[in-house]
């Protein structure tokens, strides 16, 4: 993810409950490289997170075991 994306506010608008669907052909048309992009931004812009840092689980909270059938 070395491209920066930048927010284009002028895309938005407030919109009715009967047309807030009408954007769903314009996010089909995207590649899926592009919606999880999008969809990155918008993560990192509600948490306040630097878009550009790569982000790793951590493996203190969630841990895997292997299932034995004893």
């Given amino acids: 993810?070395?491209?920066l994306l930048k927010?284009?506010?002028s895309s938005f608008r407030i919109v009715t409950f009967e047309n807030k669907?009408?954007?769903l052909k314009?996010?089909?048309?995207?590649?899926v490289y592009e919606r999880l992009c999008a969809s990155w931004y918008l993560t990192c812009s509600?948490?306040?997170l630097p878009y550009s840092s790569e982000h790793k689980i951590d493996r203190?909270?969630?841990r895997i075991r292997k299932f034995?059938?004893?």
Avoid: H, I, P, V
């Fill in 7 to 9: 927010f284009d506010r």
């Fill in 21 to 23: 669907g009408q954007n």
């Fill in 26 to 31: 314009y996010w089909l048309s995207k590649s």
């Fill in 1 to 3: 993810m070395s491209e």
């Fill in 60 to 62: 203190t909270a969630f």
């Fill in 46 to 48: 509600s948490y306040n």
């Fill in 68 to 70: 034995s059938d004893d």
